[in-house]
């Protein structure tokens, strides 16, 4: 149980696009996700965490237009990286905390991760 | 803040070898600690944890003690294999109220046959 998934797992595009990167918890509800970017030997920097129905909360430095995050249900979050450049590429992980269970027993539990590359 | 600091790598060890990464956190109140392992190519697997000083977190043969009095969350295993080889990474979670990891560096781990 507590498996969440992403896709794409790869994905490559142009300069100047965007690419939606899709997080889903498959056999629970997750009222709350968190998104993580992974630089090359680096540790994990949150993102944002994205709660069901309302908007996400950003990290500081972290810019919301260009980085946009949708939690419509609770069993899927949205990364969209817009008008996507070189620097942006990087390794995004998401993770999905349980519904309903309290600290502090309550848990993340994280995607296999999404390697992006803007050329 | 909250801050974790592990032990930089990388880690080269033999089969069968002693492993030690250490780890030491900062933080106010009662954080959960937690190890997570990272494969190549993949996203985070949660390999134990603990949430209260002087819990001890096992799986897989890997061991680590919530040591309130020295802030630390060393990881042990007292024979490691070739599948071992990953990063690992320490983390915390502050008290309650709070759903917000925070990860130490990571510290890559290979082992040679």
């Known amino acids: 149980g507590a498996v969440v998934s992403q896709h794409p797992s790869r994905v490559i595009c142009k300069s100047g696009t965007s690419v939606k990167i899709e997080c889903r918890s498959l056999?629970?509800?997750?009222?709350?996700m968190f998104w993580y970017r992974q630089f090359p030997k680096k540790s994990l920097m949150l993102m944002a965490t994205?709660?069901?129905?309302?908007?996400?909360?950003?990290e500081q430095g972290v810019e919301k237009d260009k980085f946009l995050i949708n939690h419509a249900s609770l069993t899927l979050s949205t990364l969209t990286v817009t008008s996507a450049h070189p620097e942006d590429s990087s390794f995004y992980i998401c993770?999905?905390?349980?519904?309903?269970?309290?600290?502090?027993?309550?848990?993340?539990?994280f995607g296999p991760g999404t390697r992006l590359t803007v050329l | 803040g909250d801050s974790v600091t592990q032990m930089e790598g990388p880690v080269t060890l033999s089969e069968e070898a002693f492993l030690t990464i250490n780890c030491t956190y900062t933080?106010?109140?009662?954080?959960?600690l937690f190890w997570y392992v990272q494969y190549p190519g993949e996203g985070l697997q949660l390999l134990l944890k603990?949430?209260?000083?002087?819990d001890k977190g096992s799986n897989k043969g890997f061991e680590a003690t919530y040591r309130k009095e020295t802030t630390s969350f060393h990881l042990e295993k007292g024979s490691v294999q070739v599948s071992d080889s990953a990063v690992y990474f320490c983390?915390?979670?502050?008290?309650?109220?709070?759903?917000?990891?925070?990860f130490g560096k990571g510290t890559k781990l290979s082992v040679i046959p």
């Open positions: 603990a949430t209260k000083a002087d």
């Open positions: 994205s709660n069901e129905g309302s908007k996400a909360t950003y």
């Open positions: 056999d629970f509800q997750a009222t709350t």
């Open positions: 993770s999905a905390m349980l519904a309903g269970v309290p600290h502090p027993y309550n848990e993340q539990f």
């Open positions: 983390a915390l979670l502050k008290g309650a109220g709070s759903y917000q990891l925070t």
């Open positions: 933080a106010t109140g009662y954080p959960s």
